[in-house]
């Protein structure tokens, strides 16, 4: 792999604002039948089984999040170096991406299926699973970890719609995979029966087909993308596995924070404490995901402007980014921490108060959060991957070390919350923000005066509207 290739006008990757546009509307769009699968599902589990069992899916898929994690690493480093090679008009160069990457990623999918397979077998000692409950956990984490693997050996093969910036066709796959498992869910908890194995089954077959269909159509998308043996180039090899391996350790830190939670409530807590904080960080999380898949188009053009040196187009689109995140943020905030204990009780009871206050501290790190919410696609696009994963690794682990105090000292779901919060206050401002102004050469004062200000007039007054509504709706005492 030619880590520099000559400059090509011939570049297949546009940077136009329109493509952006409808590619964030269209990655957003395919979250819809997510969120509408998750919230019959989670309100349909709890009336249908004992929370003992409900508990016990967030544990199974605890230690599978981080499988996940090996598959956007390969197709993030694939895809970026060959959005490179294209905006440079460079297409064999993609083929010598894929053909370096390929081996990796079956070497790791190996790696996987061995680590999975000792998880598997130990799931009772080290997930906290009873010998009532073992039985399934084992059937739902081997389902799992096969869908891991294939996803995984296969990655550097579906990163076609990523090139190409087709996202409207991506998301086209990612709803037509959504309204085949919500089918498949609802047909065997309903006309089967009411058990969480049948989501994970339910959810591994639908996600199967959707895996293939997307290598199909990527290949389609993308020709390059093939295995050449005369192409592998072990110079490359190294920078590949470097920006994986950065990246690798920021999703592993991610990860490992949101993991880390329901096995610790579920050795220092209770089965209550679990769903508790399942419930109160599913909005948490539907936004996160919402989120990333608004900004993850703006990765190619992000590389390309980096390929060509533009530094004030870059400087120009992070604090627009930063203005809408803040904007976005506070909009949505606003109301789920105004409106916490209503929601809460009228989605799934009262019994289940406390995820109410989960809820509300874990939204409170919106503004934190997405008032830098393009670092995720600047600083692999400005080979800026290695400070990031760092300050990452430093900022996650002290939330879960946070966590761990919190439980242990009987906090409980909304303990543990507190905790995250409080580490993600501190964290962001100290070590994520400076790093993204660094990268574009944007002073403090300037993302406050055009980024942060403009937010809080509006922030106010819709906290103002949403605390009147509250009152006025609440039943007089």
């Avoid at 295995?227 to 072990?234: E, M, N």
């Avoid at 870059?314 to 905030?333: E, I, P, Q, T, V």
């Amino acid at each position: 792999m030619n880590p520099d290739p000559p400059p090509d006008t011939r570049s297949r990757v546009p940077v136009r604002k329109r493509i952006v546009l409808i590619n964030a509307a269209a990655s957003v769009g395919g979250q819809v039948a997510n969120v509408v699968l998750l919230v019959w599902l989670q309100r349909y589990l709890l009336r249908h089984v004992a929370v003992e069992e409900y508990a016990l899916y967030p544990v199974v898929l605890a230690p599978m999040l981080l499988l996940p994690l090996l598959t956007s690493t390969l197709t993030g480093a694939v895809g970026r170096f060959a959005v490179e090679r294209l905006s440079r008009g460079d297409p064999r160069g993609v083929t010598e991406v894929v053909s370096t990457a390929l081996p990796l990623s079956l070497l790791l999918a190996a790696g996987a299926a061995a680590i999975g397979s000792v998880v598997i077998a130990g799931a009772g000692p080290l997930l906290g699973v009873g010998p009532e409950h073992l039985p399934d956990a084992r059937r739902m984490l081997g389902l799992l970890l096969v869908l891991a693997v294939l996803r995984i050996a296969l990655s550097p093969l579906t990163v076609g719609p990523f090139v190409t910036q087709r996202f409207l066709l991506d998301s086209l796959l990612t709803l037509g995979t959504q309204l085949a498992r919500l089918a498949l869910v609802f047909s065997l908890l309903v006309l089967v029966e009411a058990r969480v194995l049948w989501v994970v089954v339910g959810t591994v077959a639908a996600e199967t087909a959707g895996l293939l269909a997307s290598l199909v159509v990527s290949r389609r998308l993308v020709p390059e993308l093939r295995f050449r043996r005369g192409l592998v180039r072990r110079e490359g090899a190294p920078r590949l596995a470097a920006f994986g391996g950065w990246s690798l350790a920021r999703g592993a830190s991610m990860a490992v924070r949101r993991a880390a939670v329901p096995v610790l409530l579920n050795r220092l807590g209770t089965a209550l404490d679990v769903a508790c904080f399942h419930l109160g960080s599913l909005v948490m999380v539907q936004l996160q995901m919402i989120v990333g898949l608004a900004v993850q188009p703006l990765g190619p053009p992000m590389v390309a402007l980096h390929a060509r040196s533009d530094r004030g187009r870059l400087r120009a689109l992070y604090l627009r980014g930063s203005r809408y995140g803040f904007w976005g943020a506070f909009l949505f905030a606003t109301p789920l921490v105004v409106l916490r204990e209503e929601l809460v009780v009228l989605y799934v009871g009262p019994e289940f108060a406390d995820a109410a206050t989960v809820m509300a501290l874990l939204v409170l790190h919106l503004p934190l959060r997405l008032g830098n919410i393009l670092l995720m696609p600047l600083a692999p696009a400005t080979d800026n991957l290695r400070p990031m994963a760092i300050s990452s690794c430093l900022l996650h682990g002290a939330a879960v070390v946070a966590m761990a105090a919190a439980a242990a000292l009987g906090g409980g779901a909304v303990g543990a919350a507190a905790a995250s919060l409080a580490v993600s206050a501190i964290g962001q401002p100290l070590l994520m923000w400076p790093l993204a102004r660094r990268i574009v050469g944007l002073p403090l004062g300037e993302w406050v005066r055009r980024a942060l200000v403009p937010s809080l007039a509006p922030t106010l007054l819709g906290l103002a509207a949403w605390t009147g509504l509250r009152e006025a709706i609440a039943p007089a005492s």
